[in-house]
């Protein structure tokens, strides 16, 4: 691992939890901030190792491999979202303090699958100062960068250090931790299934274009579009 990119992971490692203590619009800010000066760094190492232009292309095959996963992860959201946490439509609803107040005598799974819904509608709420198609950009943006910064900055770096394998897990066990700054569940049990299936794009593939695809596919999807199944009906 270089200097820069230990700058880069302890980057994206403070991110998650500062954007989510500034909420809001500055939430957002935050973010596209954050993961455009860690995706420079991402960039400026790649291109020093001569493998930016290789990592970025695109190529054929690249659309479906970056849609299949991303429909496919998107598909098992939902059915957790609309069958297991919120099968009554009204629990959908959100706000920026989160909208679910769980059942006080709740207990056993009843309990762990309120507390979970409860840390999904904070975690949606948080994020709900900025909407329509300026929400949409900003998803869109961040995704790119943040794959450009954890795959071709953190998951490179550690896979230079300890192997492909090795670093490809270690990046997505990091990947998650880091979202348990916001100190809320529910973007941590997310991110670490995701991480995996992104890191092992880049790590079998060896392009970022795949990832990056599936990644701003699967966002859309699940905080931009209004199909979404955390979007307050």
Same mark, same amino acid.
């Given at each position: 691992m270089? @200097?820069?990119?230990?700058i880069?992971l302890?980057?994206c490692a403070?991110l998650? +939890?500062?954007?989510w203590?500034l909420g %809001? ?6 973010l596209?901030l ?5 995706a420079?760094l ?5 291109a ?5 232009k290789a +990592?970025l292309?695109p190529?054929?095959? *690249?659309?479906? &491999? ?10 098992l959201v939902w059915?957790l979202?609309?069958?297991v946490l919120a ?6 609803f959100y706000? @920026?303090d %989160?909208a679910?107040?769980g059942? +006080? *005598?709740?207990?056993? &799974?009843?309990a762990?699958t309120?507390?979970l819904r409860?840390?999904a509608?904070a975690a949606?709420? !948080?994020?709900?100062a ?5 929400r949409v950009?900003y ?11 954890w795959r ?5 770096g550690?896979?230079? $250090?300890f192997?492909?394998t $090795?670093?490809?897990? /270690?990046?997505s066990?990091?990947y998650? /931790? ?7 569940a529910a973007?941590?049990l &997310?991110?670490?299934p995701? %991480? ?5 794009m880049y790590r079998? !593939? %060896?392009r970022?274009a795949?990832?990056i ?7 859309w999807? &699940? ?5 979404s199944p955390f979007?307050?009906r």
């Amino acid at each position: 691992m270089t @200097p820069s990119r230990w700058i880069l992971l302890a980057l994206c490692a403070v991110l998650p +939890a500062l954007a989510w203590r500034l909420g %809001g619009a500055s939430l957002w800010y935050s973010l596209v901030l954050g993961y455009g000066a860690a995706a420079s760094l991402a960039a400026w190492e790649l291109a020093q190792d001569g493998q930016l232009k290789a +990592a970025l292309a695109p190529r054929s095959g *690249d659309a479906t &491999l970056g849609l299949l996963p991303a429909m496919v992860l998107f598909g098992l959201v939902w059915l957790l979202v609309t069958r297991v946490l919120a099968p009554i439509p009204e629990l959908r609803f959100y706000t @920026p303090d %989160g909208a679910w107040v769980g059942r +006080a *005598d709740a207990h056993g &799974l009843q309990a762990a699958t309120e507390w979970l819904r409860e840390s999904a509608c904070a975690a949606m709420g !948080r994020s709900s100062a900025i909407q329509g198609s300026a929400r949409v950009a900003y998803v869109l943006a961040i995704a790119a960068l943040e794959e450009l910064a954890w795959r071709g900055g953190v998951q490179q770096g550690l896979s230079e $250090r300890f192997g492909s394998t $090795r670093g490809w897990l /270690l990046a997505s066990a990091l990947y998650a /931790l880091t979202q348990l700054g916001t100190l809320n569940a529910a973007p941590a049990l &997310l991110a670490l299934p995701c %991480g995996l299936l992104w890191g092992a794009m880049y790590r079998f !593939r %060896g392009r970022l274009a795949p990832s990056i695809l599936s990644h701003a596919l699967f966002s859309w999807a &699940l905080f931009a579009h209004n199909s979404s199944p955390f979007i307050a009906r």
